[in-house]
């Protein structure tokens, strides 16, 4: 490893809330910085690492300890190598330009927009197997085998937009609405938090009554009552409430792109403008959020050299959260009779997110869940690390349908997906307390 591949240092802060305190001061001095993973060999304490410029490490650790912000350690952050990676291939049948693809990801060298196409349409058995493994390599070099395990409350099936693939669009007018209380909310949150999932994701609709003082008493007392990290997935909304809810404390945001082909994205969503959307992901960066995004493999008139698109814009918009599922038709919605996205598309889009954006979160998506039994086994082999369970209480869960069929993942189902991919529970987890509930 010779020093001129370093670009980046990696910033290991004491604990979560130092960590994003720290990140918070070095953005307001004016330090470019990102949340990213903590590399595997050194994520103990905080899962989140802060990566700054090369030429801003000294600074950044200046003003870090003149602010009493708890370091870890410093590393470098290395251009991840995966040697021997083709040396194993060469009996196997792959074609050339297969086989340069992967050497360039063997020696550490950014992929490209015709590299990535290349990749994503190969059909070949080999090929393919070739794909998921070096994913799966460089997974387990950047963040372990630990899969992180966060919980998800879908609190309102209210919605002001007719997005024409979604379960609860404005105009399903046959859609039993609901909205739980702050109450009812607690009560999941308590429930998560007793198990010992350290992050909340609460979603929703574009629910316009959920007022920014709603939204604000929620997140405070989740923060009073348990201390959990939040994750708002609740859509476009003015950059001052996205700040008030960072100052608040709620610290990463899902708000996935969905398609980057722009008339594609007109067509899918009657009522969002596309250069909207990319400045509120913009926004929840600049705030200091762990900023989600991610898109849907197999929409109608959707193209292999979109999804390619779609992959290097979370490269070059430094999204740390990608959650990449198939389309699944939803009853009711102009899409309906549209086939569904293919899992294999799915599986290999998930890999090369994960070859080319290297240190992200990548889910294991409810939608593979639902389309596959063994869907988010298969996402977990191909480069993914988090799953995201389903705490909607029964009552409601069922007027939840983004997509129809969706698969409740439950303890039990993530626990299994993580078992068969040979992957380790958090320790975090409250293993009797969870074998009582499943
Ligand atoms: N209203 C919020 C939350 C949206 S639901 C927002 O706008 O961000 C969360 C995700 O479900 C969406 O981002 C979308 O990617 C996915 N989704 C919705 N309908 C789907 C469908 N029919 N098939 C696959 N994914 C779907």
Same mark, same amino acid.
């Given at each position: 490893?010779?020093?001129d591949n370093i670009?980046?240092?990696l910033?290991?802060a004491g604990?979560t809330s130092h960590?994003?305190?720290g990140?918070?001061?070095?953005k307001d001095?004016?330090?470019?910085?990102s949340?990213v993973?903590?590399?595997?060999e050194?994520?103990?304490?905080?899962?989140t690492?802060i990566?700054v410029?090369?030429?801003d490490?000294?600074?950044?650790?200046?003003?870090?300890r003149q602010?009493?912000?708890?370091?870890?350690g410093?590393? +470098?952050?290395?251009?991840?190598?995966?040697?021997?990676?083709?040396t194993?291939?060469m009996?196997s049948?792959?074609s050339?330009?297969?086989?340069?693809?992967?050497?360039?990801?063997?020696?550490?060298?950014e992929?490209?927009f015709?590299?990535?196409?290349?990749?994503?349409k190969t059909?070949?058995?080999?090929?393919?197997?070739a794909?998921?493994?070096?994913a799966?390599?460089m997974?387990?070099?950047i963040v372990g085998?630990?899969v992180?395990?966060?919980?998800?409350?879908?609190?309102?099936?209210?919605?002001r937009?007719?997005?024409?693939?979604?379960?609860i669009?404005?105009?399903?007018?046959?859609l039993a609405?609901y !909205?739980?209380?702050?109450?009812?909310?607690m009560?999941v949150?308590h429930?998560?938090?007793?198990?010992?999932i350290?992050?909340?994701?609460?979603?929703?609709?574009e629910d316009?009554?959920?007022?920014?003082?709603k939204?604000?008493s929620l997140?405070?007392?989740?923060?009073?009552e348990?201390?959990?990290n939040?994750t708002?997935?609740i859509?476009?909304?003015?950059?001052?409430?996205?700040?008030?809810?960072?100052?608040?404390?709620a610290?990463?945001?899902l708000?996935k792109i969905?398609?980057?082909? !722009?008339? *594609?994205?007109?067509?899918?969503?009657?009522?969002d403008?596309?250069?909207?959307?990319?400045q509120c992901?913009?926004? *929840?960066?600049?705030l200091?959020?762990l900023?989600?995004? $991610?898109?849907?493999?197999?929409l109608? $008139?959707q193209?292999?050299?979109?999804?390619a698109?779609?992959?290097?814009?979370?490269?070059?918009m430094?999204?740390?959260m990608?959650?990449?599922?198939?389309?699944v038709?939803a009853?009711?919605? +102009?899409?309906?009779?549209?086939?569904?996205?293919?899992?294999?598309?799915?599986?290999?889009?998930?890999?090369?997110?994960?070859?080319?954006?290297?240190?992200?979160?990548?889910?294991a998506?409810t939608a593979l869940?639902?389309?596959d039994?063994?869907?988010?086994?298969?996402?977990?082999?191909?480069g993914?690390?988090?799953i995201?369970?389903?705490?909607?209480?029964?009552k409601?869960?069922?007027?939840?349908?983004?997509?129809?069929?969706?698969?409740m993942?439950?303890?039990?189902?993530?626990f299994?997906?993580?078992?068969e991919?040979g992957?380790?529970m958090?320790?975090?987890l409250?293993?009797?307390?969870?074998?009582?509930?499943?």
């Amino acid at each position: 490893m010779t020093k001129d591949n370093i670009k980046h240092y990696l910033i290991m802060a004491g604990s979560t809330s130092h960590m994003l305190r720290g990140d918070k001061i070095l953005k307001d001095e004016g330090v470019e910085t990102s949340l990213v993973p903590a590399p595997a060999e050194y994520g103990t304490v905080c899962a989140t690492a802060i990566k700054v410029k090369i030429e801003d490490r000294n600074r950044a650790e200046k003003i870090l300890r003149q602010n009493n912000i708890s370091i870890e350690g410093i590393y +470098p952050d290395k251009t991840q190598k995966l040697a021997g990676l083709v040396t194993k291939l060469m009996d196997s049948v792959i074609s050339e330009e297969f086989i340069k693809v992967l050497k360039k990801i063997e020696n550490g060298e950014e992929l490209g927009f015709e590299d990535i196409v290349l990749l994503l349409k190969t059909e070949r058995r080999v090929e393919k197997e070739a794909l998921y493994h070096a994913a799966d390599r460089m997974r387990r070099e950047i963040v372990g085998d630990v899969v992180d395990i966060r919980g998800a409350v879908e609190f309102s099936n209210y919605c002001r937009k007719d997005c024409k693939y979604c379960g609860i669009r404005r105009s399903l007018s046959d859609l039993a609405r609901y !909205r739980m209380t702050e109450d009812e909310i607690m009560e999941v949150v308590h429930q998560l938090h007793e198990i010992g999932i350290k992050t909340v994701i609460l979603q929703s609709g574009e629910d316009l009554r959920w007022t920014p003082e709603k939204i604000s008493s929620l997140i405070r007392r989740v923060k009073k009552e348990t201390s959990m990290n939040i994750t708002l997935s609740i859509g476009e909304r003015p950059r001052e409430e996205y700040e008030l809810y960072r100052k608040l404390g709620a610290n990463n945001f899902l708000l996935k792109i969905e398609t980057t082909n !722009r008339k *594609l994205f007109k067509f899918i969503h009657p009522d969002d403008d596309f250069d909207h959307r990319v400045q509120c992901s913009k926004w *929840l960066k600049q705030l200091g959020y762990l900023n989600g995004s $991610g898109s849907i493999i197999g929409l109608p $008139g959707q193209r292999v050299e979109d999804i390619a698109r779609d992959i290097l814009f979370f490269k070059d918009m430094g999204i740390n959260m990608i959650g990449i599922g198939p389309f699944v038709p939803a009853k009711g919605t +102009p899409f309906e009779g549209y086939p569904k996205g293919s899992i294999e598309m799915t599986l290999k889009a998930v890999a090369v997110t994960r070859i080319v954006c290297k240190r992200v979160f990548i889910p294991a998506t409810t939608a593979l869940a639902s389309l596959d039994p063994d869907g988010q086994t298969k996402a977990l082999k191909a480069g993914a690390n988090t799953i995201m369970l389903i705490n909607t209480p029964a009552k409601y869960r069922y007027n939840y349908q983004i997509y129809s069929d969706k698969n409740m993942v439950d303890l039990k189902s993530a626990f299994k997906a993580v078992k068969e991919a040979g992957r380790k529970m958090p320790p975090y987890l409250k293993i009797d307390k969870m074998t009582k509930e499943t």
